[in-house]
């Protein structure tokens, strides 16, 4: 029986600060921050460094704390059959979920057609700005993928911040400690002494968001400017559109079938959702939203094992993007694809968007990868892109984030491993207005 009293323990409640809660606070930074960048544009590229520390501070915690909750996780199951049917029962949810957000944006940009009517000859485009992400492309692929899987070193993993690496170290070390636990317990807390200290340092770190979202928009609006992005606005707005749909008309739905409400779940999350758009990063917010499930009545070992996989196997945001900027790039050049090469295009998705784990810009890396092993659209085309890289990554961010939350709470429903009363509790209090 998996047990979920630990998990409150090291979330004590956040103080009230003087400046007004954490999302009103991001909320006012990215509203400045987009001010900036319109007014002040060269000032405001200047700020990308705000963003780029938080993140870098963030990622500082990760290793640690993913580590030592799949750790203890799984020394608090009941056994390796409980271990083998939760990684089973999550794989196989973030497999369908995740082909669902490719067929969404499959089918979204196939009835829009943003692309249609640019005409671009990609034989005249210049691709060197793409040259390398062609070259990161060459490492992504399914081999490539679980080859990666496997350190070089136990020191390796903590010193890149490979999560995937972090997570099957942790699943070797938690499976050699299970027969053993009582031997030992004393390493098991000090991994959850190691584990309230972790969780100390990000919410430290967390009151930096607002300044980090007003840097990372500020950047956003004052190096691109919306007039020089007009020609693919219509594109970058579908995919915030589809985004937004898929959270409405999947992943709502889903939310219903397991018994809770997505709206509240979001109201619940949503400084982590905001710093999430502010900074375009899933990463700078992965620590507290596993803090804040465990809190909702999330049961400690599910959230260790399923958040951080999710960030690898679930990326919903990512898959949107992939689906929607490879057919995006086959209208722009009058590549025609049939209904044959679409379907095979989302099955080289449904493996490349596995595989970009622990890559610098891993989704244009991914689609990257993609067009090379498909060698029908033209791999310079993704220049186009270029320009629209930074708001896109927005929605993704915050679909990914969405995506492997609900993804805890289902799996831990499934598993009988979530206090609903406690969640009751806590999802009224965020009660959206």
Same mark, same amino acid.
């Given at each position: 029986?998996? !047990?979920?009293?630990?998990?409150? !323990?090291?979330?004590?409640?956040?103080?009230?600060?003087?400046? $007004?809660?954490?999302?009103?606070?991001?909320?006012?930074?990215?509203?400045?921050?987009?001010?900036?960048?319109?007014?002040?544009?060269?000032?405001?590229?200047?700020?990308?460094?705000?963003? !780029?520390?938080?993140?870098?501070?963030?990622?500082?915690?990760?290793?640690?704390?993913?580590?030592?909750?799949v750790?203890v996780?799984?020394?608090?199951?009941? $056994?390796?059959?409980?271990?083998?049917?939760?990684?089973?029962?999550?794989?196989?949810?973030?497999?369908?979920?995740?082909?669902?957000?490719?067929?969404?944006?499959?089918?979204?940009?196939d009835?829009?057609?943003?692309?249609?009517?640019?005409?671009? !000859?990609?034989?005249?485009?210049?691709?060197?700005?793409?040259?390398?992400y062609?070259?990161s492309?060459?490492?992504?692929?399914?081999?490539?993928?679980?080859?990666?899987?496997?350190?070089?070193?136990?020191?390796?993993?903590f010193? /890149?911040?490979?999560?995937?690496?972090?997570?099957?170290?942790?699943?070797?070390?938690?499976?050699?400690? #299970?027969?053993?636990?009582?031997?030992?317990?004393?390493?098991?807390?000090?991994?959850?002494?190691?584990?309230k200290?972790?969780? $100390?340092?990000?919410?430290?770190?967390?009151?930096?968001a607002?300044?980090?979202?007003?840097?990372?928009?500020?950047?956003?609006?004052?190096?691109?400017?919306?007039?020089?992005?007009?020609?693919? *606005?219509?594109?970058? $707005?579908?995919?915030?559109?589809?985004?937004?749909?898929?959270?409405?008309?999947?992943?709502?739905?889903?939310?219903? #079938?397991?018994?809770?409400? #997505?709206?509240?779940?979001?109201?619940?999350?949503?400084?982590?959702?905001?710093?999430?758009?502010?900074?375009?990063?899933?990463?700078?917010?992965?620590?507290?939203?596993?803090l804040?499930?465990?809190?909702?009545?999330?049961?400690?070992?599910?959230?260790?094992?399923?958040?951080?996989?999710?960030?690898?196997?679930?990326?919903?945001? /990512?898959?949107?993007y992939?689906?929607?900027?490879?057919?995006?790039?086959?209208?722009?050049?009058? /590549?025609?694809?049939?209904?044959?090469?679409? *379907?095979? #295009?989302?099955?080289?998705?449904?493996?490349?968007?596995?595989?970009?784990?622990?890559?610098?810009?891993?989704?244009?890396?991914?689609?990257?990868? /993609?067009?090379?092993?498909?060698?029908?659209?033209?791999?310079?085309?993704?220049?186009?892109?270029?320009?629209?890289?930074?708001?896109?990554?927005?929605?993704?961010?915050?679909?990914?984030?969405?995506?492997?939350?609900?993804?805890?709470?289902?799996?831990?429903?499934?598993?009988?491993?979530?206090d609903?009363?406690?969640?009751?509790?806590?999802?009224?209090?965020?009660?959206?207005?």
């Open positions: 029986m998996i !047990d979920q009293t630990p998990a409150l !323990d090291r979330n004590p409640p956040p103080r009230r600060s003087f400046l $007004g809660p954490l999302w009103l606070q991001v909320m006012v930074g990215i509203l400045l921050g987009i001010a900036i960048g319109v007014r002040f544009p060269h000032f405001a590229v200047a700020l990308k460094p705000l963003g !780029d520390a938080f993140i870098q501070l963030i990622r500082m915690t990760l290793a640690p704390i993913i580590f030592a909750t750790v996780g799984i020394a608090r199951m009941g $056994g390796l059959g409980e271990v083998g049917r939760v990684g089973v029962k999550a794989m196989v949810y973030f497999q369908v979920v995740s082909t669902l957000a490719l067929a969404a944006g499959l089918i979204a940009i009835l829009l057609h943003p692309g249609a009517g640019m005409n671009i !000859d990609a034989a005249k485009l210049d691709s060197a700005a793409v040259v390398g062609a070259a492309a060459q490492h992504v692929g399914f081999l490539a993928f679980l080859l990666d899987i496997l350190p070089t070193s136990i020191a390796g993993p010193v /890149t911040g490979n999560i995937l690496q972090i997570v099957f170290l942790g699943v070797l070390f938690g499976l050699v400690i #299970l027969p053993i636990r009582a031997t030992v317990q004393p390493l098991v807390d000090l991994l959850n002494l190691i584990l200290v972790m969780f $100390g340092i990000v919410r430290i770190v967390m009151l930096l607002p300044l980090a979202a007003l840097g990372g928009m500020a950047y956003t609006v004052g190096q691109y400017g919306l007039a020089s992005l007009r020609p693919l *606005l219509l594109f970058t $707005g579908e995919v915030w559109a589809v985004a937004a749909l898929f959270v409405a008309l999947i992943l709502g739905p889903i939310a219903r #079938l397991a018994g809770f409400r #997505l709206t509240r779940l979001l109201a619940y999350l949503r400084d982590e959702l905001l710093i999430a758009a502010g900074t375009s990063s899933s990463e700078a917010v992965l620590a507290q939203v596993m804040k499930l465990e809190h909702l009545g999330c049961a400690e070992p599910i959230v260790g094992m399923v958040m951080p996989a999710g960030y690898t196997f679930n990326a919903d945001g /990512t898959s949107i992939l689906s929607m900027g490879a057919i995006f790039l086959a209208q722009a050049t009058n /590549t025609h694809l049939g209904l044959r090469e679409q *379907l095979t #295009l989302m099955m080289v998705l449904m493996l490349t968007s596995k595989g970009s784990a622990g890559v610098a810009g891993a989704g244009f890396v991914t689609l990257a990868a /993609t067009l090379a092993s498909m060698h029908s659209i033209p791999v310079a085309a993704l220049v186009l892109l270029l320009g629209v890289e930074r708001l896109t990554n927005v929605p993704r961010a915050v679909v990914n984030v969405i995506g492997s939350a609900v993804a805890t709470i289902v799996i831990a429903k499934w598993e009988h491993a979530f609903g009363n406690r969640a009751n509790l806590c999802l009224k209090q965020h009660r959206p207005e």
